[in-house]
């Protein structure tokens, strides 16, 4: 049987910025025409206020690269991928303000930090430090005269070794209870007590420490950066000044109230959604698989919502899906959350999930945006299809090929012709597109392209993933890790997440 292959290649997605004219690569874009939100004029805050909290050492290094990063840095290296960093101001028309009440810094061995880092259970040394931190979080928020915007945790290379991840040893009486549960559930002999019982033993197995700081900063409603020695020492093994200025600048700036740039849409006000499910292991759930919906308009906003829970099923496999009530709120939440951001219904919506949708996924997501004009629902899937191109470089990026009328795959990596080079290790990886009721595929495959240069966590341009599902893993971590802490319904703003 004879395989037709249609190939077409999209241009790199145009991006907006404050100032006129449009762009490819956000680091040209910031240079010369600054952050978007300069176009909202006096409403928008010259001046991003950083807090610091950690070690003496810690907080001095990072006191001492962000010094640096408010003045230009080199070029990395001598190519295009790699440019000169023009200092933090110059970047985005905002001062770096940095100031001793917004610092907290555990000095000496007596010091809360210390003794915390001194304990030998692995989990108590984990509660400890974190809440180290919380406790200097809790001094910022609870200033009366100005407060941070954003505050930068400062970890040593001590606090990573022994803190960064932690696995829940069980008590034999722990094992013990919850084997007798796991009996009854099994046999349907459910009594009053039990709820009590998985109360008791619902935490998570593993946890994170990034995830963890994270979700107690949410309860504080402020946003948090992480500053390890790889980003504020220079060292063989880092990244070039440039390279880690671009990245962590633009991130800080986001965090802090920012919008650095956004999406060139000609189309209608769209709202693009990715719906992803995180695995939450506890000590007496075998798996429970979580719903999150990570949604960013075409306005630049972008905020998360949890959905329904979802009990383990292993016959389902990876294979997991919303039921029709399920996805019928949560397409309702979406639409309220936007409509709250943005002030208005959008015209379009667009949701990508990494499996097919279910009959009851469809009808409910269609049913919740029933008042939208246009929904697309989109299949973006890991896929081991192969394209080799004459010659010693691999496929463009931006290469949609379609196999006999059927299957079409899009190169979201590959080669640059920004910089006539594949920045990549391996063999790029396309993935596979489908949708239902989508009218114009071509039109999709640039919304995934453009997406994929909307992670405001860097200013590099070379990953392929689009930003509807390139947090999924965080998201749904420290969604988890929030739930653990607190009944309150999390903070919807992506600035908590990233």
């Keep these: ?5 249609d190939l077409k290649e999209f241009e790199p997605p145009l991006l907006e910025f404050g100032g006129p004219g449009i762009f490819t690569d956000p680091r040209d874009g910031l240079r010369d025409g600054g952050p978007f939100d300069l176009r909202f004029g006096a409403a928008r805050n010259d001046r991003v206020n950083v807090g610091l909290i950690g070690c003496e050492e810690m907080v001095s290094r990072t006191m001492d690269w962000l010094t640096r990063t408010q003045g230009p840095l080199d070029a990395d290296a001598g190519t295009a991928s790699y440019p000169a960093f023009p200092g933090f101001e110059a970047v985005f028309r905002s001062k770096l303000n940095l100031d001793a009440r917004w610092t907290v810094s555990f000095t000496g061995p007596g010091s809360e930090l210390d003794k915390a880092l001194a304990l030998t259970n692995p989990s108590q040394r984990f509660d400890a ?53 796991k009996k009854r559930k099994t046999s349907s002999q459910i009594d009053m007590f039990d709820s009590f019982a998985e109360e008791q033993s619902d935490d998570l197995v593993s946890r994170d420490f990034r995830r963890a700081l994270k979700a107690r900063a949410m309860m504080k409603r402020i946003p948090v950066q992480i500053a390890t020695n790889k980003l504020v020492l220079d060292g063989p093994t880092n990244q070039g000044p440039a390279t880690r200025a671009w990245n962590s600048s633009v991130g800080l700036y986001y965090k802090a109230g920012g919008i650095p740039w ?20 506890t000590r007496d759930k075998h798996l429970v698989k979580s719903s999150i ?70 009808e409910g997501f269609r049913g919740a945006l029933a008042e939208v004009p246009v929904v697309e629902l989109v299949n973006v899937m890991q896929t081991q299809f192969r394209l080799i191109r004459f010659g010693a470089y691999p496929p463009n990026r931006g290469t949609l090929c379609t196999v006999n009328d059927a299957q079409s795959y899009l190169f979201t990596t590959g080669f640059m012709r920004e910089f006539q080079t594949y920045p990549g ?41 689009p930003v509807t599902l390139f947090f999924a893993r965080r998201v749904g971590g420290i969604m988890a890790e929030f739930g653990m802490a607190t009944d309150e319904k999390p903070p919807s703003s992506f600035r908590y997440y990233m």
């Excluded at 049987?1 to 292959?5: A, Q, R, S």
């Excluded at 989508?438 to 640039?446: C, E, F, G, N, P």
Aim: hydrophobic share 35%; glycine share 8%.
């Design 425 to 465: 290790p391996h063999i790029p990886t396309p993935i596979q597109i489908s949708g239902d009721d989508v009218s114009d595929l071509d039109q999709v495959a640039r919304d995934i392209l453009a997406l994929s240069r909307m992670n405001w966590n860097t200013a590099n341009i070379t990953g392929g993933t």
């Design 262 to 281: 956004r999406m060139k849409l000609e189309g209608p006000e769209t709202c693009f959604v990715g719906i992803s499910f995180h695995h939450v292991k």
């Design 129 to 181: 430090v974190l809440a180290a931190f919380c406790s200097g979080l809790q001094r910022l928020t609870t200033l009366e005269i100005s407060k941070p915007d954003v505050v930068i945790c400062c970890l040593s290379d001590e606090i990573i070794e022994k803190c960064w991840t932690v696995k829940k040893t069980l008590t034999a009486e722990e094992k013990k209870a919850a084997e007798a549960l």
């Design 293 to 362: 919906a990570q949604a960013f308009s075409s306005q630049g906003e972008g905020f998360a919502i949890r959905g329904g829970d979802i009990e383990y099923d292993e016959k389902q496999g990876r294979n997991v899906h919303l039921t029709r009530d399920q996805a019928r709120q949560l397409g309702r939440d979406i639409l309220e959350e936007y409509r709250d951001r943005v002030g208005g219904t959008p015209l379009r919506v667009v949701l990508h999930k990494t499996s097919a949708y279910s009959d009851g996924e469809r």
């Design 1 to 5: 049987m004879p395989i037709n292959l």
